[in-house]
């Protein structure tokens, strides 16, 4: 089975500033795809970003970026120039391929930017 | 993303009552999920469907059962609701995609039972 684990319960960052938010991953897999969902406090979960695990380019999402480590499993997201709109629980998710595509998720991070 | 709707928003309900919960989408998607989210937990997975015909357990399926009654729906149902059974559900959908796959939410259920 896989497990997620993000290390980091709670975090802030004032706006305008660089925050990263760590993840890791236990999988024996080697097919797989990675994600962070926002869940601000509309509760509407939102993709940020997705990374498959056979591109060792990390992936960008305008603000949003990763460092994928593969041999190390671990995933972490960067958001760059924080905005007060990004105050939200921050999710990491895994996926393993071709095995009902279920989602796994890691425990959250609650974000706080401050103005 | 208005493009997966679910109803209720909110429900409160009593402890033994049925209740059922409805997922509907215009992404035409063919898969859809069903997750569960508790207070400062992830989301894990209730029940999942590939297609009209394909119905799956998820993780927690216990105590739930499910309906896909067409591509664009997908209900979920608590034959006698019990108080931990209060939780966040969200449906989601996907199809696969160039070599890729990434599931799409709807805006989440709060369900309460007393």
């Known amino acids: 089975a896989q497990t997620v684990t993000q290390s980091q319960p709670e975090m802030s960052v004032q706006e305008a500033e660089t925050v990263t938010l760590s993840c890791t991953y236990d999988?024996?897999?080697?097919?797989?795809?990675l994600f962070w969902y926002k869940q601000p406090p509309s509760r509407q979960m939102i993709l940020v970003i997705r990374?498959?695990?056979?591109?060792?380019q990390n992936a960008t999402e305008n603000r949003f970026s990763v460092n994928f480590q593969k041999a190390a499993k671990s995933f972490s997201l960067k958001i760059s120039d924080s905005q007060l709109g990004d105050t939200a629980m921050y999710f990491c998710?895994?996926?393993?391929?071709?095995?009902?595509?279920?989602?796994?998720f890691g425990g959250g991070t609650r974000l706080m930017v401050k103005p | 993303d208005a493009d997966v709707t679910q109803t209720p928003r909110n429900r409160i309900t009593k402890t033994g009552k049925r209740i059922m919960l409805e997922c509907s989408q215009t992404?035409?998607?063919?898969?859809m999920y069903w997750y569960r989210q508790d207070p400062g937990l992830g989301l894990r997975l209730i029940y999942y469907?590939?297609?009209?015909?394909?119905?799956n357990k998820g993780e927690i399926s216990d105590g739930y059962s499910v309906s896909r009654q067409a591509q664009a729906k997908f209900s979920l149902s608590l034959e006698s609701a019990i108080p931990n059974q209060t939780a966040l559900y969200f449906c989601?959908?996907?199809?696969?995609?160039?070599?890729?796959?990434?599931?799409?939410f709807g805006p989440g259920t709060r369900l309460l039972v007393l």
């Open positions: 989601a959908t996907s199809v696969p995609s160039g070599g890729t796959e990434t599931q799409y």
């Open positions: 999988t024996s897999e080697n097919n797989y795809y």
């Open positions: 990374q498959e695990a056979y591109k060792q």
């Open positions: 998710a895994f996926m393993r391929v071709n095995a009902g595509n279920m989602l796994t």
């Open positions: 992404k035409g998607h063919d898969r």
């Open positions: 469907s590939f297609d009209v015909k394909d119905i």
